[in-house]
């Protein structure tokens, strides 16, 4: 709704109110047509001002109406009556005017905003575009490159950059509505005319054709096959290159085309899921709701590797005060420097001031003693590990919870050897840990529910997207991730080139394919694992047994090339060539083609053809097979903190949802069916049997994906 008062004697002040972001929700709508007329016919109003209620201007529409059937004023007809009255209408913009509350601000006539406010069209991050004339009147008033670069991105910019770049008139410290009634006042009787932006011609560069070009190429290069941000270039370009009404006609036409996509639905679900995430819980009951957390100030962490280091970081920005160990000097020297540049580039990129002062380093474990939580996060082994959290069970104060950053390690183990197992939970990181969104929070049978609330919430002030799940090897990401690299590695067997894998998942939408992601991350340290495991055998044998291990099939190719030295990017050579160590810049090397090809000749296999779809197939639904197997374990409380954990730490492409939603577009029944079709080809590879929980959804009537919680809550009591 939005409520109505007269200011200052003369002002009518329209109040927008539906917390928690004043969402534009059809009875919003609804009271700002009535309060803007009310404000009109009032002879005593000679201006009017419109706001948020609780210092935040407007949110956008409200997703929740998002494909059920519109009730309530239309949002154009809406803006359009403002931005044609005849009395000055000013937007007082605190907190955030994002989307349509953007687009209702640029409908006013002058926009004044707090300095801490926020402003910005993210439409194009749930696979749709401003339409509600943002596309069309943007660009008429800041010009066309800097609207390409926010509506494309759907980046969020400063009160200071929004006046930068005119998008809004005054940028204030003080109260936001007194300065705007003040200035409402200072413009009362004006002329309007050269206030309407839809009546502004579209500045255009000398080399339009050419802007457009160059912006429509980087575009659909980064989208890597997303169509929104496609959509988005040309709703601009409509604006540049068409009178105003007909631009708004080519912007309605293109957000029918997107609004209905499955593109947008995979990106309003992945919106959803990271909220749904958040209301977590756990076997024994335990829930977001019922458990508190633990209030933290001070954290430590222990190993300032790569992945400590970023933990730091990440713990520092978030306003804690952080105590970094490193019991090897050299290493301590060079996590402070490293730690030091990292905090000074955060804080340029956001604006701020480096927050240097929180962190304190020392080489003893003794220097965590009043700290509240401490993440570990020393090398990938367990007894290493042991050791560590027994030095801590000694050293810190009662009640001091212990986190380990295992990428897939026992947490059960390590609880076990505390006194108080309660405590211990696992915050597995991804890389680097102060920019990826990620953060596993993983519980095991005797962790507390205080003590996940707390891992929980601590991830949440780090802004990462934390996704609560049991303990079992791999977790859930890395569990998953096995099959997938195992899919890959025997497709290189059967006639495959890694060019030819990483240029099918590329296409689908991954950042990078499986091969060039393992140079990236190091071929090492996957070696290191299956050595552990007594998979990886020294030296090479020939013939079938040569590939089997424990009964099942298993290919030796990785073992072998790193026993080559090829550990990738960091060597110079892995699947790829490079230039040299360290180069980013993949290549196709000659040698692995031949290696390939005197790999296949030894163990007697031909080579086939193989093309993207069975590349697609083996690789995704295999992964797909196991997340249903992870549903199944109770690993996972739904399909929503799979799909969160792939698209914020495996690169998952956003606009096709997650692994759980993408199965659901595809449909269950094909899945089902791919997977029988190469279990019965490759019967020596147990996991493309497909999963139980699976097949029931299929017997089920394959329902959407929000229900499958209920099937799943079904075979658990049947169990």
Known sequence: MAQYTRVSGVVGLITLQNPPVNALSAVVRQGIVDKVETALSDPKVKSVVICGQNGNFCGGADIKEFGTKMFGPPLIPMIHSIEAANKPVVAAIEGSALGGGLELALGCHYRIAHSKARLGLPEVTLGLLPAAGGSQRLPRLIGVPAALNLITTGRHVTAAEALQLGIVDQVTDHNTVDAAVKFALSVAGQSLDARRI???????????DALFEEVMQKVRQSARGAIAPVACVQAVRAAATLPYAQGMEREKELMATLFTSGQARALQYIF???RAVGRWRMPSGASWDTSKPRPVTKAAVIGLGTMGRGIAVALAQTGLSVVAVETQEKQLMEAKQAVSSMLERGAKRRGGVPVL???????????VADVDLVIEAVFEDMALKIEVFKQLTAVCKPGTLLCTNTSGLDVDQL??????????????????????????VVYGPRSSPQAVATAMQLGKKMGKASVAVGNCRGFVGNRMLKLYLEQASFLLEEGATPELVDRALEEFGFPMGVFRMSDLSGLDVGWRVRK???LAEPGEASGQSARIRKGYRYSPIGDLVCE???FGQKTGRGWYQYEKPGSRVARSDPWMHSFLEQYRARHGLVARRIDHQEVLERCLYSLINEGFRILEDGIAAGPEDIDVIYVFGYGWPRHRGGPMFYASMVGLAKVLERLE??????PDVPYLQPCSLLRRLVASGSPPVHMWREVIKKLHSQL
Request: hydrophobic share 35%; with cysteine; glycine share 6%.
């Open 532 to 534: 552990a495991d007594g």
């Open 272 to 274: 959803f899921a990271q």
């Open 415 to 440: 609880a076990s050897e505390t006194p108080n197992p309660e405590l211990v939970v696992g915050m597995h990181f991804f890389a680097p840990a102060h920019v990826m969104k990620l953060l596993e």
């Open 677 to 682: 079709h190469y279990h019965q080809a490759h």
């Open 357 to 367: 002062g929180r962190i304190s380093y020392s080489q003893s474990i003794q220097a």
């Open 198 to 208: 839809s009546t502004y011609p579209c500045p255009r560069p000398s080399d339009l």
């Open 564 to 566: 080559q030295g090829r």
